[in-house]
C-alpha cells in the first residue's frame, strides 16, 4: 500500500506507547484511525490529544482477549468509515516473576491479550481487508518474542508466539495470492508506559494489589524498567511502520540492532547443541 491517504487503520492498545504513536504517525497520513483499548479513561485521554492533530478519529473501548468485544471493534469500524484496510494488533501486557510461581490467572491474562487478542484481530479483521481490496496487518511482538529473557515468561512465550504466527500469515496471503501484506514489529528498548501497567491494570482491567516479588526477580525487573526508559521515544516508532507498510518489509525492529549480538549467541548455542 503506497497510498495511505484515506485509508482505514485499526489500532489495538493505542491510549499510550507504541500504539499510540502509531495512530498518531497514521493521522498525519491523511488515513481514518480507530483507536482501541481496554481502559475507558486513557483511551478517552489519548483521543482528546490525537484529535487535536485534526482528521477523523474513532475511540472504542475494546478487551481484545474477548472475541465478541473484537467482532463489537469491527462493527463500529465499518459503521463509521465502511472498510478497514489497515490492522495494528499492538495491545501487549506482562506480570513479572518466575515461570511457575506467576499465577494461572495472570497466565491467562497475558495469554488472552498478547495472543488471544492477535489471533481474534486477524480472524475478525482480515475478511474485510480482504474486501477492501488491498490491505496491511501490523503484528506488534518484541526483541522478546526473538531472544530469552528472565523473569517474564507469558510475555515472552506469547510474543514468540506472535513470531511464528505473523510469518505463518504472511505465507497464507501469499499462497492466496492476494494483495495484504505483514509486518512484524520487534521493538528494542522503546520508552512507554509498560513498565508502570501492573500498577494501573490487571486481569479484567483492574488494577492489581501490590505484588511481593523475591529481590532477585526486583531488581531485574528494575533493570528491564531502567534500560525501557533510556529507550528511543514511542514516537519514533510510528513513521517507522508507516515506511514498512508503503515499502511491504516484513522485519522491523526499532532499536533493535543491539540485541542482535545476542540473536547470534543464540544461534551458536544451538547450532552447538547448548
Given at each position: 500500500?503506497?497510498?495511505?491517504?484515506?485509508?482505514?487503520?485499526?489500532?489495538?492498545?493505542?491510549?499510550?506507547?507504541?500504539?499510540?504513536?502509531?495512530?498518531?504517525?497514521?493521522?498525519?497520513?491523511?488515513?481514518?484511525?480507530?483507536?482501541?483499548?481496554?481502559?475507558?479513561?486513557?483511551?478517552?485521554?489519548?483521543?482528546?490529544?490525537l484529535r487535536e492533530q485534526?482528521?477523523?478519529?474513532?475511540?472504542?473501548?475494546?478487551?481484545?482477549?474477548?472475541?465478541?468485544?473484537?467482532?463489537?471493534?469491527?462493527?463500529?469500524?465499518?459503521?463509521?468509515?465502511?472498510?478497514?484496510?489497515?490492522?495494528?494488533?499492538?495491545?501487549?501486557?506482562?506480570?513479572?516473576?518466575?515461570?511457575?510461581?506467576?499465577?494461572?490467572?495472570?497466565?491467562?491474562?497475558?495469554?488472552?491479550?498478547?495472543?488471544?487478542?492477535?489471533?481474534?484481530?486477524?480472524?475478525?479483521?482480515?475478511?474485510?481487508?480482504?474486501?477492501?481490496?488491498?490491505?496491511?496487518?501490523?503484528?506488534v511482538s518484541s526483541v522478546?518474542?526473538?531472544?530469552?529473557?528472565?523473569?517474564?515468561?507469558?510475555?515472552?512465550?506469547?510474543?514468540?508466539?506472535?513470531?511464528?504466527?505473523?510469518?505463518g500469515l504472511r505465507a497464507?496471503?501469499?499462497?492466496?495470492?492476494?494483495?495484504?501484506?505483514?509486518?512484524?514489529?520487534?521493538?528494542?528498548?522503546?520508552?512507554?508506559?509498560?513498565?508502570?501497567?501492573?500498577?494501573?491494570?490487571?486481569?479484567?482491567?483492574?488494577?492489581?494489589?501490590?505484588?511481593?516479588?523475591?529481590?532477585?526477580?526486583?531488581?531485574?525487573?528494575?533493570?528491564?524498567?531502567?534500560?525501557?526508559?533510556?529507550?528511543?521515544?514511542?514516537?519514533?516508532?510510528?513513521?517507522?511502520?508507516?515506511?514498512?507498510?508503503?515499502?511491504?518489509?516484513?522485519?522491523?525492529?526499532?532499536?533493535?540492532?543491539?540485541?542482535?549480538?545476542?540473536?547470534?549467541?543464540?544461534?551458536?548455542?544451538?547450532?552447538?547443541?547448548?
Amino acid at each position: 500500500m503506497k497510498d495511505l491517504r484515506g485509508r482505514v487503520a485499526v489500532v489495538t492498545g493505542a491510549s499510550t506507547g507504541i500504539g499510540r504513536a502509531i495512530a498518531s504517525a497514521f493521522l498525519r497520513e491523511g488515513m481514518r484511525v480507530v483507536i482501541a483499548s481496554q481502559n475507558e479513561a486513557r483511551l478517552a485521554e489519548a483521543a482528546d490529544a490525537l484529535r487535536e492533530q485534526g482528521g477523523a478519529l474513532l475511540a472504542v473501548p475494546t478487551d481484545v482477549s474477548d472475541r465478541a468485544a473484537v467482532e463489537r471493534l469491527a462493527e463500529a469500524t465499518l459503521a463509521e468509515f465502511g472498510a478497514v484496510h489497515v490492522l495494528v494488533n499492538n495491545a501487549g501486557v506482562w506480570a513479572p516473576g518466575y515461570a511457575w510461581e506467576i499465577s494461572p490467572r495472570d497466565w491467562e491474562w497475558v495469554v488472552g491479550v498478547n495472543f488471544w487478542g492477535t489471533v481474534y484481530g486477524i480472524q475478525v479483521f482480515l475478511p474485510h481487508l480482504l474486501s477492501a481490496g488491498e490491505g496491511h496487518v501490523v503484528n506488534v511482538s518484541s526483541v522478546g518474542g526473538l531472544m530469552t529473557a528472565p523473569v517474564h515468561s507469558p510475555y515472552s512465550a506469547t510474543k514468540h508466539a506472535i513470531v511464528g504466527l505473523s510469518k505463518g500469515l504472511r505465507a497464507d496471503l501469499r499462497l492466496k495470492g492476494v494483495p495484504v501484506g505483514v509486518t512484524l514489529v520487534c521493538p528494542g528498548m522503546v520508552k512507554t508506559n509498560i513498565m508502570s501497567q501492573l500498577e494501573t491494570t490487571g486481569p479484567d482491567g483492574n488494577p492489581r494489589p501490590p505484588q511481593e516479588l523475591a529481590p532477585e526477580v526486583q531488581a531485574m525487573w528494575d533493570t528491564i524498567g531502567s534500560a525501557t526508559d533510556a529507550g528511543i521515544p514511542a514516537a519514533e516508532v510510528g513513521p517507522m511502520v508507516v515506511d514498512a507498510i508503503r515499502s511491504d518489509r516484513f522485519w522491523l525492529l526499532p532499536n533493535g540492532e543491539q540485541f542482535i549480538p545476542v540473536f547470534e549467541q543464540e544461534l551458536s548455542e544451538l547450532k552447538q547443541g547448548s
